[in-house]
Nanobody, 122 residues
């Protein structure tokens, strides 16, 4: 069984910062791309940021460029999202996503975390 568990969400004032973490656990051989998505009430889930296996390649939504930074620690099977200069429109449930291989020679599968709420409000 594989689990992605997010942490670090909460309530923050506009202009504030939060750091999200997502740890993958269970039977894992390798993890390829890892990323963060978010879904605000009444809206579709959207990509926030994604990073390649070694972190050499990253991609961000235009709305968060220059404010959010994605990083990963492969020794801990963990991906982070540092969010600075938060705005009310960043309010959403943030989901971790990972492409991983459970056993040598098996197919890559895509996994989601349960989500963590981020609320930006004064």
């Amino acid at each position: 069984q594989v689990q992605l568990v997010e942490s670090g969400g909460g309530l923050v004032q506009p202009g504030g910062s939060l750091r999200l973490a997502c740890a993958a656990s269970g039977s894992i051989f390798s993890i390829n791309a890892m990323g963060w998505y978010r879904q605000a009430p009444g809206k579709q889930r959207e990509l926030v940021a994604v990073t390649s296996r070694r972190g050499a390649s990253t991609n961000y939504a235009d709305s968060v460029k220059g404010r959010f930074t994605i990083s990963r620690n492969n020794a801990k099977n963990t991906v982070y999202l540092q969010m600075n200069s938060l705005k009310p429109e960043d309010t959403a449930v943030y989901y971790c996503n990972a492409d991983l291989v459970r056993d040598r020679g098996s197919n890559q599968l895509n996994y989601w975390g349960q989500g963590t709420q981020v609320t930006v409000s004064s």
